[in-house]
């Protein structure tokens, strides 16, 4: 029987992040973790712990794939760089209607809650 992926403890985190940023999330299972989609655009993303490095697997993978580059997330600091570079917001800069200010959904603590 085969064995379920063991997900990045950082995943769920970034997850919960990603999705209250406005940006749509699917979790898969190869060959990265997830598929993201914003403003008409996928995203192939890897989330990772610490340094952890690419499987053999994806390193295969990222050599012959002709689409856009894997995006690698190590932490929630790193996900809300990328939504700021996705939504083209800079620090300090208010957020769209509708979604959440990155700066005080880390303050809270929100993005570690494990509720």
Same mark, same amino acid.
């Given at each position: 029987?085969r064995q379920a992926?063991k997900?990045d %403890?950082s995943? #769920?985190?970034?997850?919960?992040?990603?999705?209250?940023? @406005?940006?749509d999330?699917e979790l %898969?299972?190869r /060959? +990265?973790?997830?598929l993201?989609?914003?403003r008409g655009?996928t995203?192939?993303?890897?989330?990772?712990t610490g340094?952890a !490095?690419?499987t053999e697997?994806?390193?295969k +993978?990222?050599?012959?794939f #002709? @689409?856009a /580059?894997?995006v690698?997330?190590?932490s %929630?600091?790193?996900?809300a760089?990328w939504? #700021?570079?996705?939504? @083209?917001?800079?620090?300090g800069?208010? !957020?769209?209607p @509708?979604?959440i200010?990155?700066?005080? +959904?880390l303050k809270?603590?929100?993005a570690?809650s #494990?509720?």
């Amino acid at each position: 029987m085969r064995q379920a992926a063991k997900r990045d %403890t950082s995943e #769920r985190d970034i997850v919960r992040l990603l999705r209250h940023s @406005g940006i749509d999330v699917e979790l %898969t299972q190869r /060959p +990265f973790d997830a598929l993201a989609g914003f403003r008409g655009v996928t995203y192939l993303v890897e989330f990772k712990t610490g340094k952890a !490095p690419f499987t053999e697997s994806q390193k295969k +993978f990222m050599a012959y794939f #002709r @689409g856009a /580059p894997v995006v690698v997330l190590r932490s %929630t600091e790193e996900a809300a760089i990328w939504v #700021r570079k996705l939504r @083209g917001v800079n620090k300090g800069e208010e !957020p769209l209607p @509708g979604q959440i200010d990155l700066e005080e +959904f880390l303050k809270s603590g929100e993005a570690e809650s #494990r509720n």
